[in-house]
């Protein structure tokens, strides 16, 4: 049986990799520059360089290796192994990057989407291990989510299963750039936090912080609204409200046992949890006790890495 | 391998029962009052002897079967067999059925939500056959659902996967019985046309129909629309519009191949089908070709026979 695998994140800014064995463990990590602004060729050189640092490093016969899982933004197809674009990555259309790297590396390439590669990396060494069922909300730019069922990654059968990001929770309400009206990311993600106070301050609403450039993101938001800021408290009451309600339904359509969270948001901690957890009890069904545990993801960063290797053992 | 097996429906008012092949055909059916007002030990024998007649009449002897899958409703844990509680059937208290019905009949039983159990009939041999993944909802007097991946039932962590009906589609919306406000099938049952329906008369909205005894049910209040009576076709038309979204968060959540309806409201036909795809249409992301069809149900009252059998096969 191989007995390690390479995980390789692959974001707008850095790519990061690492090595992984089957009992979950990160035996290496690195990360280098994407330098995406270089082209699409110099970025798969630099991820090509990097999964052959991190084999040599290993000091491991290449016949150890299982595979290599690369997970990565942006539309793709897992089964094609295909990136369909890369909002962040110019130059990045229709690229069948799993065929790529498997013929320059000689490895079995997995390839699959960031925020379910997280999913499964927190099921594997993190939050959710030993969990059966667990949903993962990925609260940053976006709102992203990964699905685990039975110990397996869920992809559905178009690869887009998890995307609550893109629930409807208001009808008719904020329009998002999908095309939609009323998306969950446009109420319970990091940049909404921002977005919404700020039109807030631009309708004229009062507050103790004023429209800077950048403007004020979640974490100003949220230090305003801990030293009595009303519009501030407002903006992030109703995050936690539009939160609980995205829990709720995840609750009653999957009914895992546990929804971990992960992203920016997060680093708020208690301030997140705790008015979460209750307004969660508040908002949910009384007539069944299948509520789920509500936990902060636990290996920041590297549940991507992890999540990728991981795949790559399946 | 064992060949056959029995699917019972057992539902307020009548039990069903069918013999069933590992091809998915329903060899034999029959059905039988509850009488469930005669009390739960009355109800357990006629589930019993309906078993007991269904295996004798097929002619085949006992050790064919591979057993008696039952769909009921209500809370209830497949995993325990019990049904904790059937508001249709007085004196239903936490039953452990399952093990009643093994030790009576000598056959393996299983235990299944009738809702499961009619979206895994649809799925053997109805509307979702050879469908990988498919989610139902049955829209009656609530808006039931289930759940196929990759050709298994999915009940979640707590047994209560795919209750579509509690999600929360309208925040601080219509109150539910449940606890909830906003639930989706305050907007989108057969009960919920009617009651909404009753409520704008009531408010003294105009309309053609009037307020009887009892009030329009939901075929009422679509012909009336159909007729040209305003009050019903914005009523029905919010009625769609509410499916739809319903849809979508389907799509974007479980990223099914298939939506399959049933229940009550998909008698009426096109006047459903024809603008709920519309609607979903226009409803959905614009961003990725990953939208489910959507189709009504094809085995009518069968279905719930006919998956409860497909699961005692499992």
């Known amino acids: 049986m191989r007995k390690l695998a390479i995980g390789i994140d692959l974001g707008g800014t850095n790519i990061k990799g690492g090595v992984l064995d089957r009992a979950g463990r ?33 000091g491991t016969p290449r016949t150890d290796f299982a595979g290599v899982g690369l997970g990565a933004p942006g539309p793709m197809s897992h089964k094609a ?27 079995k390439v997995t390839l699959e989407n960031d925020a379910n590669a997280a999913a499964f990396g927190e099921f594997t060494a993190g939050a959710g291990r030993g969990v059966g069922r667990m949903f993962m909300m990925t609260l940053g730019t976006g ?6 069922i039975d110990g397996r990654l869920e992809r559905g059968h178009f690869d887009n299963a998890g995307e609550i990001g893109h629930m409807i929770l208001f009808p008719n309400g904020r329009p998002c750039p999908c095309g939609q009206r009323g998306c969950f990311e446009r109420y319970a993600s990091a940049n909404a936090v921002s977005e919404r106070f700020v039109e807030a301050l631009r309708a004229g609403e009062p507050s103790s912080l004023t429209l800077t450039a950048p403007p004020p993101q979640a974490p100003e938001v949220l230090a305003a609204a801990e030293a009595g800021d009303g519009l ?31 992203g920016g948001l997060i680093a708020a901690g208690d301030a997140l949890l705790r008015p979460l957890r209750e307004a969660f009890s508040r908002a949910t069904w009384r007539i069944a006790p299948d509520q789920p545990r509500i936990e902060p993801a636990t290996l920041g960063g590297d549940a991507g890495v992890i999540g990728a290797a991981a795949l790559a053992f399946e």
Do not use: Y
Not at 84 to 106: E, K, M, Y
């Open 143 to 148: 709102v992203g989510g990964g699905l685990v």
């Open 232 to 262: 501030a408290a407002r903006v992030w009451r109703e995050t936690v409200e539009a939160l609980a309600l995205g829990c709720v339904n995840v609750q009653h359509l999957l009914n895992p046992e546990l929804i971990v969270l992960a």
């Open 81 to 107: 192994g295909v990136i369909h674009a890369a909002p962040n990555l110019p130059g990045w259309s229709s690229v069948p990057i799993r065929d790529i790297l498997a013929q320059r590396t000689g490895l």
């Open 26 to 58: 990160l035996l290496r990590r690195d990360s280098i520059e994407t330098e995406g602004e270089r082209g699409r060729e110099h970025v798969i050189g630099r991820v090509v360089g990097l999964i052959e640092s991190l084999a040599a490093a290993s």
